[in-house]
């Protein structure tokens, strides 16, 4: 298997190890309702993920940053927003890796 299929398949099957109601899923929501333009951004997509990562205390400026990162606001954005407690970034993310050590990604 080529390496963009492999990606693919690790990346599908890491989407299968939860729902949408979790912290990853919420999360993962609000990025599958955005779309970062690395042409229009100072930042790629994996740039942008590896920064939360690196600063999750940042969750709130990290959010607004990708968002504007496109220049175009959806509903399906605000909505996927609507779901990540933004008032307390910390706990969010702090419960969000926690919840990522904890999934059975054995398959990956």
């Known amino acids: ?3 963009q299929k492999r990606l693919l398949a690790q ?3 890491f989407l299968m190890c939860t729902t949408p109601e979790t912290m990853v ?3 993962l929501n609000f990025c599958l309702a955005t779309k970062v333009d690395a042409q229009k951004s100072s930042k790629t997509p994996l740039e942008f993920a590896e920064d939360l990562l690196d600063h999750p205390e ?3 400026s990290w959010v607004s940053e990708v968002i504007d990162s496109d220049d175009q606001y959806s509903v399906e ?3 996927a927003v609507s779901e990540i407690p933004l008032d307390n970034s910390q706990k969010f993310m702090d419960y969000l890796l926690a919840e990522v050590g904890d999934l059975d990604t054995q398959g990956l």
């Open 25 to 27: 899923g919420k999360l």
């Open 58 to 60: 940042k969750l709130a």
């Open 1 to 3: 298997m080529d390496e």
């Open 77 to 79: 954005e605000m909505l």
């Open 11 to 13: 990346t599908m099957a």
